[in-house]
């Protein structure tokens, strides 16, 4: 079966500018997580969707939000990029809410803001 | 702040040697994973282990869990240049919903 989707893989915005990244769960899959990995603070919670609501929120800013449609498809913005916000930003699916069997990560979508 | 901190921060190894990576973390857990990440690509999931779980196998993967020392340790054996990759464990926490909490990682190297 096709694994985590997220797209697009790379991407380079400008600061002040906002971005949407997009991430498809593993079919059958409802909870929906994402991650931001920086050299300088490693993997870090960004926020958990799951049945279309956002359970869990990590310690972000709220230039960061997210959604999850129907479909368990996810997107994540960021609004007013600044710098720091360069990253790789990994979504992970599971089947349900909690850990209990691991999560599939998708290949990334790495930004860099110039 | 990070809940896992990863012993040693980089290793380098001859094929067919183990490699032994170690993780502490801080507060209780519901369980504690093992992920594979090569060269800033996505994370594989290799293995997990449950707090009421003190050993788990998976092929050459090795994996325990002290809960009283609040640490694990991962064991690698006859490694393969195909494992060169960073690995990082990550606790899923009781009082936040299962959501995962990575340590720094460990740059293992396995030269050919």
């Known amino acids: 079966k096709a694994g985590v989707t997220q797209t697009p893989r790379y991407l380079i915005k400008t600061r002040g500018q906002q971005v949407t990244l997009s991430c498809s769960p593993i079919?059958?899959?409802?909870?929906v997580s994402w991650y931001q990995q920086t050299p300088g603070q490693g993997l870090q919670f960004l926020f958990e969707y799951f049945s279309e609501t956002q359970r869990n929120k990590g310690n972000f800013p709220g230039r960061f939000s997210g959604r999850q449609f129907s479909n368990s498809r996810s997107e994540m913005n960021v609004s007013t990029l600044e710098l720091g916000d360069s990253a790789l930003y990994l979504c992970a699916s599971a089947r349900d809410r909690g850990s209990n069997y691991g999560y599939t990560f998708g290949s990334g979508t790495r930004l860099t803001v110039v | 702040s990070q809940q896992g901190e990863e012993d040693p921060q980089a290793l380098s190894i001859q094929e067919g040697e183990n490699a032994t990576m170690n993780c502490s973390y801080k507060t209780s857990i519901n369980n504690l994973q093992w992920y594979r990440q090569n060269s800033g690509r996505g994370l594989v999931h290799l293995i997990l282990i449950r707090s009421n779980e003190r050993e788990k196998h998976s092929g050459r993967l090795r994996v325990t869990l002290d809960t009283s020392k609040k640490s694990s340790s991962l064991l690698i054996t006859a490694s393969r240049a195909a494992d060169t990759a960073s690995y990082f464990c990550?606790?899923?926490?009781?009082?936040?919903?299962?959501?995962?909490?990575f340590g720094a990682g460990t740059i293992l190297r396995v030269k050919s």
């Open positions: 079919s059958g899959h409802r909870s």
């Open positions: 990550a606790t899923a926490l009781m009082e936040y919903g299962n959501k995962l909490v």
